[in-house]
């Protein structure tokens, strides 16, 4: 299912972006509730936010938008009044909705960090251009939509945007549009130590899927259980 090609470019695309997301930066105040966010693994400009979530320690509710979805690209189109990704909501701040990569960082920096985003966030071209080279080293994964079924509630994804396992996982739930509550588990997030009171000493990335009552972790078992539960022949 996942291969060692797989393994060595999902590292290679961590490593041009300077494994941005590993670590948990500088925190401010506490959303309550998760961020709502429209978005597609591939997407370079998804990624930087991605990684700015992971920075802040912060989880969103992920609805994923590939190419030639149908599950929430409509819905992401009703609410914002773009096709455009990424679309950030707050629930936290009056639903306060949000296009634009950039503009999204700075908010969140501004508002759950410290103030100012990271320089690996902040580099205009360049930030984009390893963006671009990290989604190019994984084409191509997580960018087209495949046949699926919806599960019956979200799952819940424990991990971080750096890790090249993660990316792996993440890429199938996005080709096969299975919404899912990513819980930010970078180094130095306290949810780290959450689940490891609750689950033992699992390993990252970790998945609970509340339709099927399972919890698995490991890139290879958690990509298996979603192609076998929720892929339909093409
Ligand atoms: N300037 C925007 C660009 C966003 C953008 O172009 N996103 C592309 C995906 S990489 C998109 O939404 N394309 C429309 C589509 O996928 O249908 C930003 O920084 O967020």
Not at 103 to 114: E, Q, S, T
Not at 186 to 191: Q, R
Not at 212 to 224: E, L
């Given at each position: 299912m996942t291969?060692?090609?797989?393994?060595?470019?999902?590292?290679?695309?961590s490593f041009v972006r300077g494994q941005s997301g590993a670590r948990v930066g500088a925190l401010g105040p506490r959303p309550l509730e998760p961020f709502l966010l429209w978005?597609?693994?591939?997407?370079?400009?998804?990624?930087?936010?991605?990684?700015?979530?992971?920075?802040?320690?912060?989880?969103?509710?992920?609805?994923?938008?590939?190419?030639?979805?149908?599950?929430?690209?409509?819905?992401?189109?009703?609410?914002?009044?773009?096709?455009q990704f990424p679309f950030l909501v707050d629930p936290n701040a009056d639903d306060r909705a949000l296009y634009e990569s950039d503009?999204?960082?700075?908010?969140?920096?501004?508002?759950?960090?410290?103030g100012r985003a990271p320089r690996r966030l902040t580099l205009g071209p360049l930030t984009l251009a390893t963006s671009a080279?990290?989604?190019?080293?994984?084409?191509?994964?997580?960018?087209?939509?495949?046949?699926?079924?919806?599960?019956?509630a979200p799952l819940e994804l424990f991990a971080h945007e750096a890790?090249?396992?993660?990316?792996?996982?993440?890429?199938v739930l996005c080709e096969l549009e299975l919404p899912h509550l990513s819980r930010s588990c970078?180094?130095?997030?306290?949810?780290?130590?959450?689940?490891?009171?609750h689950h033992g000493d699992v390993a990252l990335p970790f998945l609970h899927?509340?339709?099927?009552?399972?919890?698995?972790?490991?890139?290879?078992?958690?990509?298996?259980h979603l192609e076998r539960t929720y892929a339909l022949p093409a």
């Open positions: 291969s060692a090609f797989d393994h060595f470019t999902s590292t290679a695309a978005e597609f693994e591939a997407c370079p400009f998804c990624r930087k936010v991605r990684e700015a979530l992971s920075i802040l320690d912060l989880d969103a509710l992920v609805f994923p938008c590939p190419r030639g979805g149908t599950r929430f690209r409509d819905e992401a189109r009703a609410r914002g009044g773009k096709t503009a999204i960082i700075a908010y969140l920096f501004a508002r759950y960090g410290h080279l990290a989604s190019g080293l994984r084409l191509p994964r997580g960018r087209a939509a495949r046949p699926s079924r919806a599960p019956d890790s090249p396992d993660a990316r792996l996982v993440r890429e970078a180094e130095g997030s306290p949810t780290r130590d959450a689940l490891r009171t899927d509340p339709s099927a009552g399972v919890s698995i972790h490991g890139a290879r078992d958690v990509i298996a």
